[in-house]
């Protein structure tokens, strides 16, 4: 299942996902984030008829982080509806009645040991979930989420990442559960990026889901040039489905965190512990991964 705030990155995700054999998309569930709930709704099931997979069950979920206030979406990360311009489909569906959380308990409890939760955005869907059903951890396989930054800066403030800070509180109660999380922070995701001409050669396929990319990603490369000074473009989210399909092209270490919930400047900071004995960590840290095997990974498959 994969909880998300489309969001030109969580486009891309999507679409891999999509169109990768090897998974089974089971539900799709959104939240605030990238952009109001309703927009990341309509965005996430525009996407699935883009891809042909409006079948697909969506969940909408939360509108605002538990305990504050949504600050509000940020036009010039992800444009003004959350996709950089680029023009998609009407959704061919309509979200289903149950909420995102209880979609994802439903559906965990349905298929005990064999759902990984891919989360792409805040975690405040999974955060209900596990408020709502304690026993929510044993049904689920692992949770693999792209969040954090546990050895270097943030990227919405110097010292948080942007699905961290988003919600503190919901990534702290995420971090505790008692499940196996596989967490793809800045650490990773900066390391994971298309150059121009991996960008332009979306443009050639000449296929719908090749040509929505290669119009959506320019825009997400111009921040990234103009106010990050970054020449390359991070892809955050699809390195989470990523790691979902082939693990081998990453590197990881096991850790324990605890994430600031405190007002002021250090909100959403993680504090990291590398290094932890197996028996004492549920969480894997990942650091490195496999550049020219992603790379071609989203060639061959985002078409
Ligand atoms: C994360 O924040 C969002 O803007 C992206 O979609 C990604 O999930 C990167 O910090
Ligand atoms: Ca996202």
């Known amino acids: 299942m994969i909880d998300t705030d489309p969001g030109i990155d969580d486009a891309v995700a999507l679409l ?7 998974l089974h998309v089971e539900a799709v569930t959104t939240v605030f984030g990238n952009h ?13 008829a883009l891809a042909g997979r409006p079948d697909i069950p969506v969940g909408q979920g939360a509108a605002r982080p538990l305990a504050r206030p949504f600050l509000g979406h940020r036009e010039e990360v992800h444009g003004a509806r959350g996709l950089g311009g680029a023009p998609l489909p009407a959704p061919q569906s309509a979200p289903v009645t149950q909420p995102a959380h209880e979609l994802i308990i439903d559906r965990a409890r349905a298929h005990p040991g064999e759902l990984t939760l891919v989360a ?18 044993q049904w689920v396989a692992r949770v693999v989420l792209m969040g954090g930054a546990y050895t270097r800066p943030g990227n919405i403030t110097p010292l948080a990442e942007a699905n961290v800070y988003h919600d503190p509180e919901a990534a702290a109660q995420v971090f505790a559960a008692p499940w196996s999380v596989h967490a793809l922070g800045l650490d990773v995701t900066l390391q994971a990026t298309l150059e121009q001409a991996d960008i332009a050669r979306f443009g050639t396929r ?8 290669a119009a959506a990603l320019p825009f997400y490369q111009q921040f990234y040039r103009a106010r990050k000074g970054q020449p390359a473009t991070p892809m955050h989210d699809p390195a989470a489905i990523a790691y979902t399909l082939d693990q081998s092209l990453f590197q990881m270490r096991l850790a324990r965190v605890t994430v600031d919930q405190s007002d002021g400047p250090r909100r959403g900071h993680i504090q990291t512990t590398l290094e932890v004995a197996p028996d004492d960590a549920h969480l894997h840290i990942v650091t490195h991964i496999d550049l020219p095997k992603f790379r071609a990974l989203l060639a061959e498959r985002v078409q």
Do not use: H, K
């Open 206 to 213: 000449g296929t719908p889901v090749a040509d929505f990319v």
């Open 36 to 48: 109001d709930i309703a927009t990341t709704t309509d965005n996430a099931l525009a996407l699935l």
């Open 120 to 137: 792409i955005a805040p975690l405040t869907n999974l955060a209900l979930a596990l408020q709502a059903e304690p026993r929510l951890p």
């Open 16 to 22: 891999l996902a999509l169109r990768s054999p090897e």
